[in-house]
């Protein structure tokens, strides 16, 4: 699970990085967002840098509270409006069906695993376990 989420976060920054930050700062500064170029930057850092760490199982719990306030950012500014559905489907084309905004299910989706890693401590593959092993072992115990 940690490495499903962490993927999700790291691709969805790396896209934001990839088309320009400054490109997601427009469509933030639409919203009304405050500072939307820094926070377009924030948010990138924040979905890449967590994504790794979730990945890599570094700082987990630590790494989940940034990444679940951009999923309430997001339900709260973007999805909400939408409804619950992240399949909107509004219409059906000869090319197959058609699809409207998705809304905020998938961001409970992900804080929901993100608390659930939070709280459920480190894995055996993890750094945050090795981190721990380490530290017992300096300990003598």
Do not use: C
């Not at 962490?6 to 469509?27: D, E, Q």
């Not at 500064?29 to 979905?47: K, M, S, V």
């Not at 990444?67 to 000869?94: E, R």
């Amino acid at each position: 699970m940690r490495v499903v989420i962490g993927l999700g976060f790291l691709v969805h920054g790396l896209t934001k990085l990839n088309r320009g930050p400054a490109k997601f700062g427009a469509l933030l500064n639409q919203l009304g967002i405050p500072l939307p170029l820094p926070t377009a930057w924030l948010t990138t850092a924040t979905e890449i840098v967590g994504g790794i760490a979730l990945i890599v199982g570094a700082f987990v719990a630590l790494a989940a509270i940034p990444l679940i306030a951009t999923m309430l950012v997001a339900m709260f500014t973007i999805h909400i409006h939408n409804g619950f559905s992240a399949v909107n489907t509004i219409g059906l084309t000869p090319a197959g069906p058609l699809f409207g905004p998705p809304g905020y299910e998938i961001n409970l989706l992900y804080i929901a695993g993100l608390v659930a890693l939070a709280l459920g401590g480190p894995t055996a593959a993890s750094l945050d376990a090795l981190r721990r092993r380490r530290g017992d072992s300096s300990r003598g115990g």
